[in-house]
């Protein structure tokens, strides 16, 4: 099993729509949870960072983490074309390495 | 800036040729990686490194190695390439803050 699981995708959204993008995990020594943005052909970007469990919102994106039931969201609002990319889920213990998601491929379609 | 810069930006390699992947940042990071992104895989630490002088193995180190003589540079060495070597490398740096890791535009490689 791996230690974090996230769906492939691809998923198609029109535009306008709320996207939820999800990652489950195994570890319980996992307490800082990031999401990454990877546009083709780049390499990833941070968009969000988490510390333990709750939500934070940075414009029309939201993280959630529930650690109870060992999950992470990620929510997008007012979904655009620009969004389209794939978004990649990150967790780490206290120690320094990233455990990283395979990626979920997002389209938003005009 | 020009942050994190990887060269080449593709590269054929025959099975059992050598190379090395470069990578430099001008962030003054103190903390870099390299990273294996296979399709549907998601990214696998290869190695990283602290500071200049000391490196560490990550997940799947085995036929790649590293030095880090300078704060800005990173180089992965493929000593006799492989086909399970085909794959797209990435390199990135952060300061003491793991979480914000800045990454370079990959390498794609390709072992015949």
Request: positive net charge; hydrophobic residues 30%.
């Amino acid at each position: 099993q791996k230690e974090v699981e996230q769906d492939p995708g691809p998923l198609s959204v029109p535009e306008g729509a709320i996207v939820s993008l999800n990652c489950t995990y195994s570890n319980s020594a996992f307490q800082y949870f990031m999401w990454y943005r990877q546009y083709s052909r780049k390499g990833p970007e941070l968009l969000m960072y988490t510390y333990s469990s709750g939500n934070k919102e940075d414009g029309r994106f939201t993280a959630q983490v529930d650690k109870s039931s060992k999950y992470i969201s990620l929510f997008i609002r007012d979904s655009q074309p620009s969004d389209s990319a794939t978004y990649l889920c990150a967790m780490k213990p206290g120690r320094r390495a990233l455990t990283f998601g395979s990626g979920t491929r997002l389209q938003v379609q005009p | 800036n020009a942050g994190v810069t990887q060269t080449p930006k593709f590269r054929i390699l025959k099975i059992g040729q050598s190379m090395t992947l470069q990578c430099t940042q001008d962030m003054n990071h103190n903390y870099m990686y390299w990273y294996r992104q296979d399709p549907g895989m998601g990214l696998k630490l290869i190695y990283y490194s602290v500071g200049a002088g000391i490196t560490d193995k990550g997940e799947v180190p085995n036929g790649y190695n590293v030095s880090r003589s300078t704060t800005e540079d990173f180089p992965l060495r493929l000593e006799l390439a492989a086909p399970s070597q085909t794959s797209v490398y990435f390199c990135a740096s952060s300061d003491y803050s793991v979480e914000t890791q800045y990454f370079g535009p990959g390498t794609r490689l390709l072992v015949l």
